[in-house]
C-alpha cells in the first residue's frame, strides 16, 4: 500500500514543480482557467484510470482462469480484447466522432460476440484433459481477429486515428472516463464478493458442484459477465492491454494463496499497482518522449509469460 501511494505521488508530481498543496488546492477549489490545475486533474484523471484498469483487467483474468480452469486464460491471450478492438474500429469507420459512452457499448458488444464464440468452441472441440489447447486456440482466435482488425483500419484509412487509441491511449483520459469506469468495476467486484463462496466450490471442479447441487450454469454465466464488463470498458478508455490478467492473478495466489474469497481484493490492487508502475516507467525511460504503456507492461509481462508456459498450467500455490 505504502508503495502503491509513493508510485501516486511520483505520477502526479512527475515533470510539474508543484507541491501536493497545489494538487490539493486543485481538487478543492478546481479553477478552469488556471494551466496548473487542469495538468494536476489531468494527472488525477490518469492515475486514477491506471489503477481501474488494472484492477478490471486483473480480475477479469483471475475469473476466466477459474472458469476454464486454465492458469493460461487471459482476456488478450483468449482473443477477447481484440473482439471489444475490432467493435471499436468497425465504430470508427461510420463514426469517427463517436461519444466515449458509444464506445464503450459497442465494445462491450464486442467482447460479448468473442467470448460467446470461445467458449463454444472450448466446449465443442477442446479437450479439457489438454491444458495447452486453449491457451493455442485463444492465440489464434486474437490473431485473426487481429489481423481483421489491421485490414480493416488500411482499407479505410483510419490507422492513424485507431493507433492513438489501440496502444493504450492513458495520456488522453479524462474525469469523465472515470465517472464510466468506476461504477463498473464497484458492481464487478461487489459481484464477485457475494459470490466468492461459489467460486471457492466451482474452482474444484463440476464433480463437486453436482454433489453439492450448485447451479454451475447460472454462476459461469454471471461470471462471464463480469469478464465482458470489465474487458469491455477497459479497451474502450485505454485501448488494449496485454498480460495484466494473466500475470497479476499469479502473483495474488503467490502471495495469499489460491481460495478465490482471500484472493478477490489483493488482485485489484496489484493489478492497479502494476499499471501505474508501468505507465510511470513509460513516461521515464525515453523521456522527454513517452514510450507506449502497453511496451513496458509487455516488458515486465513477457518473462513471467514464458516462466507460467515452461512449469506449466500445473501450478500450485499453498
Known amino acids: ?9 511520483l505520477s502526479l508530481t512527475f515533470d510539474l514543480s508543484i507541491n501536493y498543496s497545489d494538487i490539493w488546492q486543485a481538487l478543492t477549489h478546481f479553477n478552469p482557467d488556471s494551466t496548473e490545475h487542469v495538468l494536476i486533474i489531468s494527472r488525477v484523471s490518469r492515475v486514477i484510470v491506471a489503477l481501474l484498469v488494472g484492477a478490471s483487467l486483473s480480475l477479469s483474468g483471475q475469473v476466466m482462469q477459474l472458469q476454464y480452469q486454465n492458469d493460461l486464460a487471459d482476456p488478450s491471450l483468449m482473443g477477447i480484447s481484440d473482439g471489444s478492438a475490432l467493435a471499436i474500429s468497425i465504430l470508427m469507420i461510420f463514426n469517427p466522432e463517436a461519444k466515449m459512452l458509444e464506445r464503450i457499448i459497442i465494445s462491450l458488444v464486442g467482447s460479448l460476440v468473442i467470448y460467446l464464440l470461445l467458449f463454444i468452441i472450448n466446449q ?11 491457451p493455442l486456440l485463444g492465440i ?15 482499407y479505410f484509412d483510419i490507422a492513424q486515428s485507431v493507433t492513438a487509441w489501440y496502444a493504450s491511449r492513458l495520456y488522453r483520459v479524462s474525469l469523465s472516463d472515470v465517472i464510466y469506469f468506476l461504477p463498473v468495476l464497484i458492481i464487478g467486484i461487489i459481484l464477485l464478493l457475494i459470490l466468492r463462496k461459489e467460486m471457492n466450490v466451482f474452482s474444484f471442479g ?37 498480460f495484466i490478467g494473466l500475470v497479476v492473478p499469479h502473483m495474488s495466489k503467490l502471495l495469499v494463496g489460491k481460495r478465490y474469497g482471500d484472493t478477490l481484493l489483493i488482485t485489484p490492487i496489484l493489478g492497479g499497482f502494476l499499471v501505474l508502475v508501468s505507465d510511470y516507467l513509460s513516461r521515464i525511460l525515453n523521456y522527454p518522449f513517452e514510450t507506449p504503456i502497453s511496451v513496458v507492461i509487455a516488458f515486465l509481462g513477457v518473462p513471467i509469460f514464458l516462466y507460467l508456459v515452461r ?4 501450478m500450485r500455490y499453498d
Open 1 to 9: 500500500m505504502i508503495c502503491t501511494v509513493a508510485v501516486i505521488l
Open 124 to 134: 465443442k472441440m477442446i479437450s479439457q484433459r489438454d491444458k495447452l489447447s486453449l
Open 140 to 154: 489464434i482466435l486474437s490473431l485473426l481477429i487481429s489481423s481483421v482488425t489491421t485490414f480493416i483500419v488500411t
Open 206 to 242: 463440476p464433480e463437486m458442484t453436482t454433489v453439492i447441487g450448485m447451479n454451475r450454469k447460472l454462476l459461469n454465466t454471471l461470471l462471464s459477465l463480469v469478464v465482458v464488463l470489465l474487458t469491455g470498458i477497459s479497451v474502450a478508455i485505454v485501448g488494449r492491454m496485454a
Open 311 to 314: 512449469k506449466g498450467t500445473n
